[in-house]
């Protein structure tokens, strides 16, 4: 077995760890270790390594992790610019952010118009995220009839909110349309 194959077995699963601790992505750090054990390969004739090779090991994980950290938010940003061109809207914008404020405002007034029952049930579906069964035995009441005061609750959230509707997925930037989707649109 040559050096490199023993490194290489020694190091790569902990590299593999330690690259998804930095990323949280698993794909990519086994793809980040990867592709630093084939650069390593590749220069092995050109590599000069002072310290160990876990440090070396370490320290280029690290590097190769920062670098696809910044690729991945220029092109996040690159996005972002494009689509802010296409559409003419600019999501950071003070009017959207005033937008964003209002729509908050509209929301916490259209829950206080559901019913005490109705927006309890709402609240532990679709903001504890329980579902209809779990919401049936906390408040001590049948499932059929959580989701009669679902159907109650919606239609208000729906009749509130109709006309925010459009501005959300114009404007909204994905945490408001990932939000009605799971609180108002679907049931």
């Known amino acids: 077995m040559s050096s490199f194959e023993m490194v290489f077995k020694a190091w790569y699963p902990v590299m593999c760890n330690f690259a998804h601790s930095l990323t949280s992505n698993r794909e990519d750090a086994e793809e980040i ?14 590599v000069t390594i ?10 280029s994980v690290r590097n190769a992790c920062l670098n696809k950290w910044k690729h991945d ?7 972002k ?6 559409t003419g809207i600019s999501f950071d914008s003070p009017s959207n952010q005033l937008d964003g404020m209002e729509l908050e405002q509209r929301i916490a007034k259209a829950l206080e118009k559901i019913p ?41 959230m729906r009749e509130e909110l109709s006309d925010y509707l459009i501005w959300i997925v114009v404007v909204g930037g994905q945490m408001w349309i990932e939000f009605i989707d799971k609180t108002i649109l679907y049931n």
């Open 33 to 46: 270790v990867q592709s630093v054990f084939v650069n390593l390969w590749e220069k092995r004739t050109e």
């Open 50 to 59: 002072d310290q160990s090779a876990k440090a070396y090991l370490f320290r």
């Open 73 to 79: 938010k220029v092109r996040k940003d690159f996005a």
């Open 81 to 86: 610019d494009q689509t802010e061109v296409a």
């Open 116 to 156: 005490t029952q109705c927006r309890e049930v709402f609240t532990l579906s679709r903001f504890g995220e329980l579902k209809y069964s779990e919401i049936a035995e906390k408040l001590g009441i049948s499932v059929k009839t959580v989701e009669n005061q679902m159907g109650k609750a919606l239609r208000i």
